[in-house]
């Protein structure tokens, strides 16, 4: 199989470059998670690494290679489709099903009656 150094940015590894294998396409994986095993005998703390384009040629804005950056949530792209009709992830604080509240301050107006 082929691989690739790839460089990482951002997190605890910052600045090292691994050795990547390439999928069938060429293309290292969209993320890279790095289990971090605990000194207590915990469970290991996984970090996640996000491909990004590296740069791109002027000609044809192709991504001239990858790179890996650190992903603190670990949550920004589940992988799964992202369909036109599809329901947006919940955001914190907001109930899913509500209607939406046009006033300011939950006060009521002539569209409450």
Known sequence: MKSEDTPFEGGPMDGRVLSVLLGPTGHPPKTYRIPVPDAAGGPPTVLVYRRAPRGHSKKLGLPQGWKYEFDPEGK?????????????DATPGTTPGAAPDATPGRRRDDADE
């Open 76 to 88: 920004r792209n589940t992988g799964r489709l992202r369909w036109p009709w599809s329901k947006p």
